[in-house]
């Protein structure tokens, strides 16, 4: 019975563009912990659907790199995956966690019932020791020079459409 524990914090340079943001990724499963620092390739080449605000791209990138770690890391056979994402954008929570939630279920073809998600701030992962651990990891993973793992074009569109289809479902 496997269970996976993904923090995630983003550089946001240039502020509003998370497509453009370096992402920091520390995960941990049956004992196994890995960092990574996550950018996109291509940037340029992504179609962003129309009327996409940058909260909504936020969640596709974070639901793409998500499926990523998964995969990488062999665990898409878990039972549990338990997400802690900084908070980096001040949105409506309880919506994004569950778009996030149902993109992660989707890419992964898996059901969203195994997935949790929160938002965390800095403070609020210091009250949690394992998970302060983790989060530190990833902020320092988010401000390296360079990536050492990347999403291309592809995975982050594909993100972005089911992205899309949750939004017109509300």
């Not at 990724?25 to 196994?32: D, E, H, K, Y």
């Not at 990833?138 to 291309?152: I, L, T, Y």
Request: proline share 4%; glycine share 4%; net charge positive.
């Amino acid at each position: 019975m496997c269970q996976v524990e993904i923090v995630i914090d983003a550089k946001k340079r240039p502020a509003r563009n998370p497509l453009s943001w370096t992402y920091g990724v520390s995960a941990r499963a049956n004992g196994l912990e890995q960092s990574f620092t996550f950018g996109i390739l291509a940037v340029h080449e992504i179609q962003v659907p129309r009327k996409m605000g940058t909260e909504e791209i936020w969640i596709a990138v974070l639901a793409a790199i998500i499926a990523k770690v998964i995969r990488q890391l062999g665990f898409q056979h878990c039972s549990n995956i338990r997400l802690h994402i900084c908070k980096d954008l001040t949105c409506k929570v309880t919506l994004k966690l569950a778009l996030l939630v149902n993109a992660v279920a989707e890419i992964l073809q898996v059901s969203s019932s195994i997935i949790s998600a929160e938002f965390v701030t800095r403070s609020d992962a210091r009250s949690r020791p394992k998970l302060a651990v983790l989060y530190g990891k990833a902020h320092k993973s988010a401000n390296r020079e360079k990536p050492d793992m990347w999403c291309d074009p592809a995975e982050v569109e594909d993100a972005l459409k089911i992205a899309r289809s949750f939004r017109l479902l509300k």
